[in-house]
């Protein structure tokens, strides 16, 4: 049978209080025009936010190793996946609309 430990409900909601806070600091954020930053901060701000949800609520501090693998095999390939998939993007040259399919929205 798996150990599961006591967490104090304190913890809980210290990580529930720091969730609301970051959460109003996304959208406080979101009023602000930082330029090339703006998607970084958001990426920072929703990573945090999801590494405590996936360590406090979905009790992966307190799992065991084999867990923490098959967590890290995931985010491997999570971002095999994101970083192909840019690759593809950001190489590949882009076709011209064909006749048709303009901004007016003119047919032939």
Request: net charge neutral.
């Amino acid at each position: 049978m798996a150990h599961s430990p006591i967490v104090p409900q304190r913890v809980y909601w210290l990580v529930f209080i720091t969730l609301l806070l970051l959460t109003l600091v996304t959208v406080d954020v979101a009023f602000y025009d930082f330029g090339w930053l703006n998607i970084y901060l958001a990426l920072a701000l929703a990573t945090t936010k999801a590494l405590l949800v996936v360590l406090y609520f979905m009790h992966l501090k307190y799992s065991s190793r084999l867990i923490w693998g098959f967590v890290g095999a995931a985010l491997f390939w999570f971002l095999l996946l994101v970083g192909l998939t840019g690759a593809d993007i950001f190489t590949r040259e882009w076709v011209p609309d064909p006749p048709g399919w303009g901004a007016n929205g003119s047919g032939p």
